[in-house]
């Protein structure tokens, strides 16, 4: 993970969740629909940077013989030094610029990530989390929901904001109810949900 000298100066962090080419690109997960959102994405990013605050790229990262294939239908994905475990080359051009950092993960929420913990343990000035990626009703869902529960945790008054046109899951058309229920899930946990389209068309 690159170095930032003080994470306390950001207000502001947004987090770009398993936008890896094992998703959108090529793989036996990826879904070429996905790419739909990586525009909406881009602008998310540029207002993030333009503003000096921060922002995460989480990526999706196994050994190659990671338990969670396993409960996927042993669907080997994003193992560590293949192209699969890369961001897409659309965003692939922030990932060395200030104020940006990646983050790898093994599990289906980036607050499991031992660098993600610990750079959110530094955040301690961030009143804004804004979320973006895929997939929907796993990673996006899942790491949202426990960012909810540890900011609970530490009785901060942060919120959490996600992007429903910069966020996507595999087979959407087909899978339209886990998407609807978690968007009540995440609403419940005071998640808010913000819908951006009539901005992008500006």
């Known amino acids: 993970m690159k170095k930032i000298n003080d994470f306390k100066i950001y207000k502001k962090c947004l987090i770009v969740v398993d936008m890896v080419n094992g998703f959108?690109?090529?793989?036996?997960?990826?879904?070429?629909?996905?790419?739909?959102?990586?525009?909406?994405?881009?602008k998310l990013i540029k207002e993030t940077l333009a503003e000096e605050q921060l922002v995460v790229f989480i990526k999706d990262t196994h050994n190659s013989d990671a338990i969670e294939f396993r409960r996927f239908g042993n669907t080997?994905?994003?193992?560590?030094?293949?192209?699969?475990?890369?961001?897409v080359d659309e965003l692939k051009t922030f990932e060395d610029m200030d104020n940006v950092i990646s983050v790898q993960k093994n599990s289906t929420s980036f607050m499991e990530a031992p660098q993600f913990r610990e750079v959110a343990e530094e955040l301690k000035n961030v009143k804004e989390?804004?979320?973006?990626?895929?997939?929907?009703?796993?990673c996006v869902f899942n790491g949202s929901m426990g960012l909810a529960?540890?900011?609970?945790?530490?009785?901060?008054?942060?919120?959490?904001?996600?992007?429903?046109?910069?966020?996507?899951?595999?087979?959407?058309d087909?899978?339209?109810n886990y998407v609807d229920a978690t968007y009540l899930l995440m609403e419940q946990q005071g998640i808010q949900l913000v819908k951006r389209r009539d901005n992008y068309e500006k």
Not at 76 to 87: D, F, R, S
Not at 151 to 158: I, V
């Open 24 to 42: 959108v690109k090529e793989g036996v997960l990826h879904d070429p629909a996905i790419a739909k959102i990586i525009p909406n994405q881009i």
């Open 174 to 176: 087909t899978r339209q």
């Open 149 to 172: 529960n540890y900011l609970d945790q530490k009785n901060s008054e942060a919120i959490i904001k996600v992007y429903q046109d910069a966020v996507a899951t595999y087979g959407e």
């Open 129 to 138: 989390f804004c979320v973006v990626g895929c997939c929907t009703d796993i």
């Open 76 to 87: 080997k994905h994003c193992v560590v030094g293949t192209n699969e475990a890369e961001l």
